[in-house]
């Protein structure tokens, strides 16, 4: 006859046998674990209620994000508006009057949806993912890769920004931007340039109100948010940016938090789920806790 032995939960092990949380590898990471942001490469994006912090990707989309800055540096973007905000989709911003000039911006750019694969840093993630041959991180941001073709891509997770455009593929310039707020759509990878990522304030994007007009438009004037600003970090005095910090998705740390996804074994969960989609990883962002 068999005997039933009683199996222990998270909360009853032993504190040396408690498998870590997220917060555990966050908290006994190291300072080679994490990277400053980027001066050159951090947006600040000023609201009415605080500043968005967004990270580009210029290894992804090289020409859009030289764009992007471009009219950031020359004040494009202030004093425009959040013009639509689609539940469960995305937050768009930019000229919804259609009335400032471009200035030295230039009015197209080629369809950065896609790299050589060869040309970026690739983490793979061993989970099958829907859309792509394999998902994984590149650089602290989501990405997919096809080895067939030797491409890569970024994903569009939430709180990934993007370049919107009409049909014709060469139709953004960056002066239209958006932010995923709802369940990934996936469906978009390699169909829009994906320029960085919010790491920093997502919710003053996801919180605002609905748009009630077709695909989530604002139909008053009133009901748009104003942007106060946008500015590159580096042109910002030191003492007044985001010191924010990264962790590294290359790391051994980083697999560990990826695994800690993968099968959540803290007291609360009782299934593992064995599987972990590369939208469902966080990328942790913390303040940085020395200067480098």
């Known amino acids: 006859m068999l005997s039933l032995v009683p199996l222990l939960t998270a909360a009853e092990l032993p504190a040396a046998h408690k498998p870590a949380t997220v917060a555990d590898i966050v908290a006994a990471s190291r300072p080679s674990d994490w990277k400053p942001l980027d001066p050159e490469n951090t947006l600040y994006m000023q609201l009415p209620a605080g500043r968005v912090v967004i990270e580009l990707a210029p290894k992804f989309a090289p020409e859009y994000v030289a764009n992007i800055k471009t009219l950031v540096r020359e004040g494009y973007f202030d004093g425009l508006a959040i013009e639509r ?55 602290g941001f989501p990405a997919a890769r096809d080895p067939a073709v030797g491409r890569a891509w970024l994903v569009h997770c939430y709180g990934m920004v993007g370049a919107g455009r009409n049909d014709d593929v060469e139709s953004g310039n960056g002066s239209e931007l958006y932010a995923v707020i709802g369940q990934a759509p996936r469906q978009l990878d390699r169909n829009v340039a994906l320029v960085g990522r919010v790491v920093r304030g997502m919710e003053l994007l996801s919180s605002l109100p609905r748009g009630t007009g077709p695909l989530g438009f604002y139909t008053k004037r009133e009901q748009r948010t104003r942007i106060e600003s946008m500015r590159v970090a580096a042109d910002v005095p030191a003492r007044e940016r985001s010191r924010l910090e990264v962790m590294r998705t290359d790391t051994r740390t980083f697999a560990e938090l990826i695994e800690a996804r993968r099968n959540r074994r803290d007291a609360w969960y009782k ?19 020395r200067q480098r």
């Not at 009015?107 to 994984?136: I, K, M, Q």
């Not at 299934?271 to 940085?288: Q, T």
């Open 271 to 289: 299934v593992p789920a064995g599987h972990a989609d590369v939208c469902n990883i966080p990328i942790p962002v913390r303040p940085r806790l």
């Open 85 to 139: 905000v689609q539940d469960d989709f995305v937050v768009q911003w930019g000229d919804p009057d259609h009335r400032r000039s471009l200035g030295a911006a230039k009015r197209s750019l080629p369809a950065e949806f896609v790299v050589s694969a060869r040309d970026v840093p690739f983490t793979p993630l061993e989970d099958p993912d829907t859309y792509a041959p394999e998902v994984g991180f590149s650089g």
